[in-house]
């Protein structure tokens, strides 16, 4: 399971509602590879916790949460 080569996820302005537990449960998105997930409506408190996962795995994070 998984995708392993995932490296870049854009979802850039889809004005989609984002869980990005998916993408923490996926071990291989780290350091280097880079999620783009600007103008979306991301509930930045219930999603803290996962994108602080991300950026501690070395991931690039970009979304619009002030704290990141």
């Given at each position: ?47 803290q916790s996962n994108i602080a996962e ?15």
């Amino acid at each position: 399971g998984g995708m392993p080569n995932l490296s870049y996820v854009s979802l850039y302005q889809n004005f989609v509602t984002i869980d990005l537990a998916p993408l923490v449960a996926n071990p291989t998105f780290e350091f280097g590879d880079t999620l783009d997930a600007q103008l979306n409506p991301i509930d930045c408190s219930e999603q803290q916790s996962n994108i602080a996962e991300l950026l501690a795995r070395g991931a690039f994070v970009n979304t619009d949460c002030p704290s990141f």
